[in-house]
């Protein structure tokens, strides 16, 4: 088993910035990709960006490309996703998610994540 818990949201102006973390824990580490969606109210949980653990290559959604990246600290098994130039539309619950096995056209299916953190609150205001 996997556990994860996401900090670091929280309330943001417009252009403002904020640094989600998730960490990870569990008898054994065995994420491949580590990944975070969001879900706004009334919307379906989207895709925003991921990252290997082993190479640390990136994804990440068209509407966050440019604004948001991700990365990750492998001693403390921990990733983090820097959201610059917010914009109210950025307001959702946002979730860090961990894929075992490595597939790498399925990065942003969450059917394909294994564990999921339990969301954290991001508050755009204009």
Request: charged share 20%; net charge positive; hydrophobic share 35%.
């Amino acid at each position: 088993q996997v556990q994860l818990a996401e900090s670091g949201g929280g309330l943001a102006q417009a252009g403002g910035s904020l640094r989600l973390s998730c960490a990870a824990s569990g008898r054994t580490f065995s994420c491949s990709v580590m990944g975070w969606f969001r879900r706004a109210p009334e919307k379906n949980r989207e895709f925003v960006a991921a990252i290997t653990w082993s190479e640390g290559r990136t994804f990440s959604a068209d509407s966050v490309k440019g604004r948001f990246t991700s990365s990750r600290d492998k001693a403390k098994n921990t990733e983090y996703l820097q959201m610059n130039s917010l914009k109210p539309e950025d307001t959702a619950v946002y979730y860090c998610a961990c894929m075992r096995a490595y597939h790498s056209s399925y990065v942003t299916a969450p059917g394909w994540y294994d564990y999921w953190g339990q969301g954290t609150q991001v508050t755009v205001s204009s």
